[in-house]
């Protein structure tokens, strides 16, 4: 008996239902979110393990963040507002397994190798931002 195999197509529609957590919505401890995020599960295929990761990621076209504007007591905001920041995803580099070497008897072996896992969507500030050194002092900043 063979049993059935999931598709990557379900897959994709199922990542699709998971959660989006919008811009400027709270989080569970009472923060603001300050980028828009979303949860995807990723097939990595039949020759990894584990096959499906959860992924945290940017979600939306909407990649500005840390907003000016100059009155704070707008409903909506302008069209065009200096973005003192930008979202980015932030990835995590996990050492996972894939099978190599098989053999049309089904042998081979399994290897370590380096994925990335994207693991979230984070607001940094522009290096150009006005806003940053208000924050920092300049012997704090590196690579700049």
């Given at each position: 008996?063979?049993?059935p195999v999931i598709s990557l197509t379900f897959m994709v529609n199922f990542a699709n239902a998971l959660p989006i957590f919008e811009k400027g919505s709270r989080t569970d401890d009472g923060l603001v979110r300050l980028c828009t995020s979303s949860s995807v599960i990723t097939d990595l295929g039949v020759d990894h393990w584990p096959r499906y990761v959860t992924e945290i990621t940017c979600h939306g076209t909407d990649t500005t963040c840390l907003n000016l504007h100059n009155n704070p007591h707008?409903?909506?905001?302008p069209e065009i507002m200096p973005a003192q920041g930008r979202c980015t995803e932030s990835v995590i580099h996990m050492n996972l397994l894939r099978f190599e070497n098989a053999t049309s008897s089904?042998?081979?072996?399994?290897?370590p190798?380096?994925?990335a896992i994207r693991g979230g969507c984070v607001c940094g500030f522009d290096k150009r931002s006005r806003v940053l050194h208000s924050f920092f002092y300049l012997s704090q900043l590196r690579g700049s």
């Open positions: 008996m063979m049993l707008e409903v909506t905001p089904g042998t081979g072996v399994w290897k190798y380096s994925q």
